[in-house]
């Protein structure tokens, strides 16, 4: 057990030092999130004269939006760095070592989740510098990122399993631009619920983006529903374990087609 | 020595086909004592590296058994996998990790840590000439800079069995030679089992004890280079013709350069007659005097000692370049980087 954990570390380390290393890529997976801030918070400023967003502020509304938006948006790409590595090499490499699967598959977990944490630090601190409220205080903020980490969990282990079974960029990159937008755009994460057409609630409501959303505000918001809360974040977590423990099945079908 | 104990590598009957009915191995068969060096020599696409996947617990053969160090491959590659050490072809070193930084994580896989990695890891840096290195970026080393880290990498641990697969493809010919010398150190190692694939005919020639020559995924003959050299008695003569024979000249012709004293054998490949003599300076004014009688023009004659060229023309059936450039084809149409 102990050797399983050190290895996760140890994988851990190796991918945050190629984080750390590359800071073009590092800036640039920490700022675009500011980008769509700025952007959404400007051009969707007057939608919240429509009512049921809660606040009066639209900056308010925004935030957990894009610190969710942003989780899925970087996750979705964990495969493209799974991929180098196939190509590389590198993980024929340590497949042939005693270094435990699911250590391999977790380093990546826990990486993408540090730097999903991070991220999404980044983004609720630049929304209180433009004056947002978070009347949920640190703890619904915790929650939010908490939720958003699972999401990014998510959505990583499934773009690592595909990126092992196609062994494609042009499938990772089709199936990424072809989610994203409608992930994001069938959820709350920059309208109202209220304000939805009542079919998009209903879709929503199976949305796993929708989820982390619903759990965050709710926990983010003065009178925060434990209830919606705990049932959201549950199922994320389940989902999240369930796409991991996949994602490390797929190292046999791997295995299979070298 | 070796005899007494068992074979390092023992595989039997490996079968292994891809999707689209592409046949990597057919029946292979290789053993490997302890404390020698191998070579599984071929053409691309003719199995080794197939082969070696299977060995290094990657890849899991449709049928057949192997052990490593005494260990089933299938039953337990996690024992085998701490026996082995792998040098791929790609082996992927951390780009933007340096290779002391590599050596370490490696290391730390096995379960190597503190003091005795860190000796572990500048002992390799100095035998691999990398020390000045160490502290820079792999991105930034040479190729030849690059392969020598990738065989420290796979041993780290001290592994009774090191797989070098393609140890010198892509390098320099200065960065070969000073590879080749690394290898045949390596060989001196107490105990240490090398399983090397090559295809370079050259390089199984110099540094394997015991050489396999793999044609479409099996064995076609396998023995020490010069008991496979010797084989072929004598001097080979090859003639260039000014065009290729039809069955019935290569028949009349076969009989009559066979025919002549002190020639074995002839062997024809479009327009090569590949000739086996005691002595082919002494039978070479006799062999052309018999093209010349049928009639068959003569573009150019050479007389070389055997190389393991000839043993693969005669035990494949085919000369190497072929056999390469067929293999190069089947990968394309199998759509197949594997």
Redesign the interface.
């Known amino acids: 057990m102990s050797?399983a954990v050190?290895?996760t570390w140890?994988m851990t380390q190796?991918q945050l030092?190629?984080f750390a290393?590359?800071p073009a890529y590092a800036i640039i997976t920490l700022i675009q999130p500011v980008i769509w801030l700025f952007l959404f918070g400007n051009l969707f400023k007057k939608v919240v004269e429509l009512g049921g967003f809660g606040t009066t502020s639209y900056l308010d509304y925004l935030v957990p939006g894009v610190v969710v938006m942003s989780a899925l948006s970087s996750n979705m790409w964990a495969g493209m760095g799974t991929l180098d590595?196939i190509?590389?090499?590198?993980?024929?490499?340590?497949?042939?070592?005693?270094?435990s699967r699911a250590a391999l598959m977790n380093g990546n977990v826990v990486n993408n989740g540090l730097i999903t944490a991070l991220q999404s630090v980044i983004i609720v601190l630049l929304g209180l510098l433009g004056g947002a409220d978070y009347p949920g205080g640190i703890g619904g903020v915790a929650i939010l990122i908490v939720a958003s980490v699972l999401l990014g969990t998510i959505f990583g282990a499934l773009s690592n399993a595909l990126g092992m079974l196609v062994r494609e960029r042009e499938s990772i990159i089709g199936i990424n631009t072809f989610l994203l937008l409608p992930l994001t755009f069938l959820s709350s994460a920059f309208m109202a619920p209220s304000q939805m057409p009542g079919w998009m609630r209903h879709i929503a409501d199976f949305n796993p983006l929708n989820w982390a959303m619903v759990a965050g505000r709710s926990a983010m918001s003065e009178h925060p529903d434990w209830g919606v809360v705990l049932g959201r974040s549950g199922a994320l977590l389940a989902l999240a374990v369930a796409a991991v423990w996949l994602s490390i099945r797929t190292f046999r079908s791997y295995?299979?087609?070298? | 020595m070796s005899s007494t104990r068992a074979p390092a590598v023992e595989a039997r009957q490996l079968i292994k086909t891809y999707p689209g009915d592409v046949t990597a191995l057919s029946g292979m068969d290789v053993t490997v004592e302890t404390g020698t060096v191998f070579g599984l020599l071929g053409p691309n696409g003719a199995g080794k590296s197939t082969t070696v996947k299977i060995l290094t617990t990657l890849a899991r053969p449709d049928s057949g058994t192997a052990t490593v160090a005494g260990h089933d491959v299938l039953r337990h590659p996690d024992r085998v996998r701490r026996a082995i050490g792998v040098v791929a072809q790609n082996s992927g070193a951390d780009p933007v990790a340096t290779g002391r930084e590599n050596l370490q994580l490696q290391g730390r896989l096995y379960g190597l840590k503190g003091a005795g990695l860190n000796r572990r890891v500048d002992e390799l840096l100095d035998r691999f000439k990398l020390a000045d290195a160490a502290r820079r970026p792999v991105k930034g080393y040479s190729g030849g800079m690059r392969r020598r880290l990738d065989v420290a990498l796979g041993l780290v641990h001290r592994p009774e069995v090191l797989f070098l697969d393609e140890p010198t493809t892509g390098l320099d010919p200065e960065a070969r030679t000073a590879m080749w010398d690394e290898i045949a150190r390596l060989a001196g190692d107490e105990g240490l089992t090398i399983l090397l694939t090559t295809h370079y005919l050259e390089e199984a020639d110099r540094l394997a004890e015991r050489i396999a020559i793999v044609d479409r995924g099996r064995v076609v003959v396998e023995g020490t280079p010069d008991a496979l050299k010797g084989e072929l008695r004598g001097d080979a003569v090859h003639v260039e013709l000014r065009e290729a024979l039809g069955d019935a000249g290569r028949t009349l012709l076969n009989g009559a350069l066979t025919g002549l004293p002190g020639v074995h054998e002839a062997l024809f490949d479009g327009r090569r007659v590949s000739v086996r003599a005691d002595d082919g300076a002494a039978a070479m004014p006799a062999l052309l005097g018999v093209l010349e009688r049928a009639g068959v023009g003569v573009a150019a004659a050479t007389v070389a000692r055997p190389s393991l060229d000839d043993v693969y023309l005669r035990y494949a059936g085919r000369r190497y370049a072929e056999a390469e450039a067929e293999g190069a084809e089947n990968l394309v149409l199998a759509g197949g980087v594997r």
Do not use: H, I, K, N
């Not at chain 1, 993980?91 to 070592?97: A, E, G, H, V």
């Not at chain 1, 295995?255 to 070298?258: C, E, G, T, Y």
């Open positions: 050797a050190s290895q140890y190796r030092m190629v290393r590359q590595e190509q590389r090499g590198t993980l024929d490499r340590f497949l042939t070592t005693p270094v295995q299979r087609s070298v």
